[in-house]
């Protein structure tokens, strides 16, 4: 794929006047779901830069996927004056019959939706894209568009939601909070370092919380020389097969050290006696991560990178890379506040707001296009008895910004 520069805009979004209009499309909308707080930064405001931004952004109209018993999608709309429609045509029209927003909010994630044999959640973004797109084609006017988490759990309908906003120039972002959370220590990796190897941690289960993990490792590693030029093979692993891989030399005990070392959640044998490195160095972790995974990558420059889902040994997300000329790791934890202000969606969406009233996304949309397809490819390689598998369609490339974007203040 041609290499797509984070300066890149569309021609058509002028900056912004007066306040934008948005549409926000989601699955469901309840206590804690993404809707929830991320529609809310835009209903309410958010903490930012050590102060409370209200960003220059009206929520004008809603279309919601499912109404559990526990919906707030009502109780919203009541108290701050928007409506909710029926369809998602009609919430992008307000109504009416031509596009009558600025920007538009696409929120699948959470609410009741069926797996595939992969255990991919079959979230609907993609569809909700669909719909949003043939509006404006119809209607002749685009306008920006956030997708939350990953495009799609289909690499080829990822990519397809990506030409779709080349086609019709308009600006997009995607993906999840990590990259541009806080992080414990407020380091990156320097721009145009040559990584010799990387290693993540993280916590929860696949898809929905794997992609966090990996988006955050990527957001480090597109840094590195050369920038981002895809890759070539995955192989996802679990069980005794992540220790024997470890054994094996896939990957290194000493960046899995590193990395611990960065986490302030752990448990088993540090909780008792504060020891880190003695959950990297022995066999405590076998003991205590009864499902373990490893989501082993290479990318087409030959940098190899690792993600250890450890389940039981841990609760936040931590990576270490070895850099060449560095002579101890480069290792970091992508902060993530508790609820419930679940402070991690500010920076987020503050991005997103900037992006709606400037007309430019900060950082390129193909980070969550490759980081979808790497994730579909490491369960295809699980679900085909665990077996190495080549990528070539993962050929994406792209420069990152070279501004580190992530959360300071």
Not at 132 to 156: M, T
Not at 311 to 338: E, I
Request: glycine content about 8%; charged content about 25%.
């Amino acid at each position: 794929m041609k290499t797509r520069k984070p300066t890149d805009a569309p021609e058509s979004i002028a900056p912004a006047r007066g306040p934008k209009r948005m549409a926000i499309v989601a699955t469901v909308w309840k206590y804690l779901s993404h809707a929830q707080h991320m529609g809310d930064r835009f209903l309410v405001g958010y903490p930012i830069d050590g102060a409370w931004r209200t960003p220059n952004v009206e929520v004008v109209s809603l279309y919601v996927d499912q109404k559990p018993d526990d919906d707030q999608s009502a109780e919203r709309a009541r108290s701050f004056g928007f409506s909710v429609h029926p369809t998602i045509a009609e919430a992008l029209r307000c109504g009416g019959d031509k596009l009558a927003v600025d920007s538009v909010l696409v929120i699948g994630e959470h609410g009741e939706y069926p797996r595939n044999e992969k255990g991919q959640i079959l979230y609907p973004r993609y569809e909700f894209f669909k719909q949003i797109v043939a509006v404006f084609e119809a209607d002749g006017r685009a306008v920006p568009v956030y997708n939350d988490k990953h495009l799609s759990y289909s690499f080829a309908k990822a990519r397809e939601m990506v030409a779709d906003s080349r086609r019709l120039k308009f600006p997009m972002l995607a993906g999840s909070s990590l990259p541009v959370t806080w992080r414990l220590p407020a380091v990156d990796l320097p721009y145009g370092a040559v990584v010799e190897d990387a290693l993540m941690v993280g916590v929860g289960g696949s898809d929905p919380m794997d992609f966090h993990a990996l988006e955050a490792m990527q957001c480090v590693l597109e840094r590195r020389r050369g920038g981002e030029t895809g890759v070539r093979r995955v192989r996802m692993v679990t069980g005794d097969a992540v220790w024997r891989a470890g054994a094996e030399g896939r990957w290194s005990r000493a960046l899995l050290g590193a990395a611990l070392s960065r986490s302030d959640s752990l448990q088993g044998l540090s909780v008792k006696d504060g020891r880190t490195q003695a959950l990297a160095e022995g066999d405590e972790l076998a003991r205590i991560v009864p499902d373990p995974a490893a989501y082993m990558i290479e990318y087409n420059d030959g940098t190899r990178a690792t993600l250890l889902m450890l389940n039981g040994a841990l609760a936040d997300y931590d990576l270490a890379v070895k850099v060449k000329g560095r002579p101890d790791p480069l290792s970091m934890q992508f902060l993530l506040p508790p609820t419930p202000n679940v402070a991690y969606s500010a920076p987020l969406m503050d991005y997103v707001a900037r992006m709606i009233e400037t007309g430019r996304a900060a950082y390129p949309v193909e980070r969550t296009l490759l980081v979808s397809g790497v994730l579909e490819s490491c369960l295809d390689s699980r679900t085909n008895g665990e077996k190495p598998l080549d990528t070539p369609h993962l050929d994406v490339r792209y420069e990152s910004p070279r501004e580190s974007l992530f959360a300071r203040t």
